[in-house]
């Protein structure tokens, strides 16, 4: 008897340890919902303080941006005429996404698509279903300016049912598409690019009703990108001083990082980007996405051996690289565009010019593509050096078809 009762009670209380489990369990996955219901990273932190205060770090210990034009008075040459050519700055952490954009005189200066929003809006999958994916793309950025509050938020990466990452940005998937990737069957090491994949890549606006694409139809290099955008005769501006149909090159990071020795091995941006920390006594990934420099011990130094300085100076030499040769491309499009506008004011008519502008766009392709990538050359250095020494030999075949036509 007394046995039996035993029983029941440690029945009962199994059962009771079990019902508050799955009522927990059911509490959590709802508070999680419903904090999904909300952009701000804010209504998260209940639940995760260790990740909002790591992602929320950057706020306090980041100053202002870099002025990337005065740093490099040649860009404002090489995107004359185009609205990089007002502001252009150093990228800085996520929270200041929408806070940036909203600043830059290319927004204020210049009517730009409601397009911009995709990757600096928390917002952007609500606008979505408001408006609908091409009623979206058919207002301007300054239609929308007072719906947007949040640069990015956990739900642009996290799935709020179980946290587990997930892909929020159409334009993202409809391009993996092309390459026959679907990212619904991705493993949770893809998805530790694809999540930043969304928006550390190329983009570019279909000219008639300004949707947001990625160049990919023929793959993910610079060269396949060229393919792409010559194969529908687009171009974002007309350079103001060469008349050439230029394109606009903007942070290819996954795209280099493809092409990479890391890439190759396996290696997600996550790894070097988010490594995992101890706070509070507990291991979390970094939250605070910024350069892995000051972190190699847990970005680099599990795979590479001995002296973290050691690899930082090789590093460096990597970058220093790529600065001496976007350098020298820089010289030799100085060089073709004074050539393009001195053959211009001495009346060289359009055809004989075809050639160099041609030169013109091809070349500053190549330099923007590594100026822009964010990396300095590292996420896939050989591939870096292979774009600029074809950019050099562009930019110079093109100066000689000018002196060519004008002595003929
Ligand atoms: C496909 C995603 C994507 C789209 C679309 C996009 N951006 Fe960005 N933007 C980024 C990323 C990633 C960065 C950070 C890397 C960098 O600065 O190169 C950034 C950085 C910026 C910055 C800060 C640095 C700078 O360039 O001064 C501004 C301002 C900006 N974008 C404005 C715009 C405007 C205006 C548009 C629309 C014409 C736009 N963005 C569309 C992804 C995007
Ligand atoms: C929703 C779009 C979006 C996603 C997703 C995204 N980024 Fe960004 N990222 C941006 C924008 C926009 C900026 C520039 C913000 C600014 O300058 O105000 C940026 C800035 C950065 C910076 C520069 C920070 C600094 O202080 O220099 C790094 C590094 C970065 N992102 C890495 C990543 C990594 C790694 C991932 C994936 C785990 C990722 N991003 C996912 C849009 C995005
Ligand atoms: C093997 C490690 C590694 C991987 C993998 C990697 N990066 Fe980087 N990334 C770096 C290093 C190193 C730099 C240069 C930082 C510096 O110069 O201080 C960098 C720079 C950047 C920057 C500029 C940061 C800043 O502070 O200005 C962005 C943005 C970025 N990476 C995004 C990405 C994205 C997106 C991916 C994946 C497609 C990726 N990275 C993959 C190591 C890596
Ligand atoms: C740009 C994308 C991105 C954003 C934004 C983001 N995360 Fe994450 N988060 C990741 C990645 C990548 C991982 C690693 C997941 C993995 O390896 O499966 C991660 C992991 C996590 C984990 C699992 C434990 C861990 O540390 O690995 C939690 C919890 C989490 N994030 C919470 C948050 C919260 C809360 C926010 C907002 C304050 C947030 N994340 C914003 C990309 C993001
Ligand atoms: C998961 C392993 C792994 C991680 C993490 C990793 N690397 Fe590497 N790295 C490699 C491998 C493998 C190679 C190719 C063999 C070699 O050159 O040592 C490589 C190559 C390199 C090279 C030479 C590549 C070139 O382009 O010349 C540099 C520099 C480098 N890594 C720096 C870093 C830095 C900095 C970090 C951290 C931000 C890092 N690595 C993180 C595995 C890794």
Not at 56 to 68: C, F, Q
Not at 219 to 228: C, F, N, Q, S
């Amino acid at each position: 008897m007394r046995e039996r009762l035993a029983k029941l009670i440690a029945l009962g209380t199994a059962g009771l340890i079990v019902g508050l489990v799955l009522l927990f369990g059911w509490h959590q996955q709802f508070r999680v919902q419903q904090a999904a219901q909300q952009v701000d990273p804010a209504a998260w932190a209940d639940l995760f303080p260790l990740h909002y205060e790591s992602y929320m770090r950057s706020v306090e210990l980041t100053g202002e941006p870099e002025d990337k034009l005065e740093a490099n008075p040649f860009r404002r040459l090489a995107w004359a005429g185009n609205a990089f050519s007002l502001e252009y700055n150093s990228a800085r952490p996520h929270y200041f996404s929408q806070i940036d954009q909203q600043n830059s005189r290319r927004v204020n200066e210049r009517e730009q698509p409601a397009g911009c929003v995709n990757c600096h809006a928390a917002e952007t999958p609500d606008l979505i279903a408001e408006y609908g994916w091409e009623g979206l793309h058919g207002m301007q950025y300054n239609d929308l300016r007072d719906q947007l509050h949040v640069g990015s938020s956990c739900r642009d990466c996290h799935d709020p049912a179980d946290m587990s990452l997930r892909i929020t940005r159409p334009a993202f998937i409809e391009a993996m598409a092309y390459l026959d990737i679907d990212v619904n069957r991705a493993s949770r090491r893809e998805m530790r690019s694809y999540v930043c994949a969304q928006c550390h890549v190329e983009y570019y606006f279909e000219p008639d009703n300004n949707e947001l694409r990625m160049p990919w139809t023929e793959g993910l290099r610079l060269d396949d990108m060229e393919a792409h955008f010559d194969a529908i005769g687009f171009s974002d501006w007309q350079h103001a001083e060469t008349g050439a149909d230029m394109i606009k090159i903007q942070h290819p990071e996954f795209e280099l990082h493809s092409q990479g020795v890391h890439a190759e091995e396996g290696i997600s941006c996550a790894d070097c980007h988010m490594p995992p920390v101890q706070v509070g006594g507990m291991q979390i990934s970094e939250h605070w996405m910024r350069s892995p420099m000051d972190q190699m011990e847990t970005a680099c130094m599990n795979c590479h051996r001995g002296d973290a300085d050691r690899l930082a100076a090789r590093t460096g030499r990597v970058q220093q690289n790529t600065l001496r040769q976007l350098a020298n491309v820089e010289d030799a499009l100085t060089d073709l565009i004074q050539a393009i506008v001195a053959a211009r004011e001495n009346g060289a008519s359009d055809a004989e010019l075809t050639e160099a502008r041609q030169a013109h766009r091809s070349a500053q392709m190549r330099w923007d593509f590594i100026d822009a990538e964010n990396s300095t050359g590292f996420h896939a250095s050989q591939e870096a050096r292979r774009l600029l020494s074809d950019a050099l030999q562009i930019a110079r075949e093109g100066e000689q078809s000018i002196n060519q036509e004008t002595s003929d």
